[in-house]
C-alpha cells in the first residue's frame, strides 16, 4: 500500500507565485523525502528531512515537517516556468527498511 | 560521474514476448532498486537488492518477473511472457547505503510498450 500521498493531486499557478504540496503517510518514519520528475525523465532528489527536524530550507524550497500529524509540506517560491514537473514525498519507514515508498505525486504546472 | 543509465530507452514487444531490462547503477553504490511507474500514476516497488544480501523481492507482481545483479553491479529485470499491463517505465535506482539519508539517484527510465 501507499505510504506517502500527496495532495492536491495537480497545481496550475503563473510564474512569480508560490506552490505549496503537501504530503501525508500512515506509519512512524525516519526521514522523508522529495522528488521532482520532469516529463519521461527519471526523479531528482530534491531534499530530505530526518523525524527529528521540523523545518529545512534548499535555495527556493522550504520543507516541514510534522510528524504528530504524519505530515510533510513542500513549498517551492517565486515559482519559475522550469519548475513544471512532477513531485513526489518518499518516506523511509522506521524499523530499518531502507526501501523508500512513493506517493501518486502532485503534477504542478507553472505558466509563464 | 556518471549516473544511473538503464538500457534500452525504449522497448516494444509483443505479447508473450520475454524482455531483460538493464540498469548500470552509480559506482560505488551498494544498494539497487527497480521501480514501476504506470502512465500518471506513482512509483511501484519491484525488488531491492543490498550489496551481497539475499533480495528483497516482495514487490514483484507475478513470477514472470524476476532480477538479477551479477557483481554487485550491473542488474537486469526480465519479464517473460510479457502482457499488455506489463506496459510502463520501468526505473532503476541506486543509493549509497552507508550514507544515512538512503537518498536515491534514478536513471531515466526504460519505456516498455507490450502490443
Known amino acids: 500500500s501507499q505510504q506517502g500521498e500527496e495532495d492536491p493531486q495537480a497545481l496550475s499557478i503563473q510564474e512569480g507565485e508560490n506552490a505549496t504540496m503537501n504530503c501525508s503517510y500512515k506509519?512512524?518514519?525516519?526521514?522523508l523525502q522529495w522528488y521532482r520528475q520532469n516529463s519521461g525523465r527519471g526523479l531528482v532528489h530534491l531534499i530530505l528531512i530526518r523525524s527529528n527536524e521540523r523545518e529545512k530550507h534548499s535555495g527556493r524550497l522550504r520543507v516541514t515537517l510534522d510528524t504528530s500529524k504524519k505530515s510533510s509540506s513542500l513549498l517551492i517560491t517565486a515559482s519559475r516556468a522550469a519548475d513544471t514537473a512532477s513531485y513526489f514525498c518518499a518516506t523511509g519507514l522506521s524499523g530499518g527498511s531502507y526501501i523508500p515508498t512513493f506517493g501518486r505525486g502532485t503534477s504542478l504546472i507553472v505558466h509563464p | 560521474g556518471a549516473g544511473v543509465s538503464q538500457s534500452p530507452s525504449n522497448k516494444v514487444t509483443e505479447k508473450g514476448k520475454d524482455v531483460e531490462l538493464r540498469c548500470d547503477p552509480i559506482?560505488?553504490?551498494?544498494?539497487l532498486y527497480w521501480y514501476r511507474q504506470s502512465l500518471g500514476q506513482g512509483l511501484e516497488f519491484l525488488i531491492y537488492?543490498?550489496?551481497?544480501?539475499?533480495?528483497?523481492k516482495s514487490g514483484l507482481p507475478s513470477d514472470r518477473f524476476s532480477a538479477e545483479r551479477t557483481g554487485g553491479s550491473v542488474s537486469t529485470l526480465t519479464i517473460q511472457r510479457t502482457q499488455q499491463e506489463d506496459s510502463a517505465v520501468y526505473l532503476c535506482?541506486?543509493?549509497?547505503?552507508?550514507?544515512?539519508?538512503?537518498?536515491?539517484?534514478f536513471g531515466p527510465g526504460t519505456r516498455l510498450t507490450v502490443t
Open positions: 506509519t512512524s518514519i525516519n526521514n
Open positions: 537488492f543490498q550489496g551481497n544480501s539475499a533480495p528483497d
Open positions: 559506482s560505488g553504490h551498494t544498494a
Open positions: 535506482a541506486s543509493s549509497l547505503k552507508t550514507s544515512g539519508t538512503h537518498e536515491q539517484y
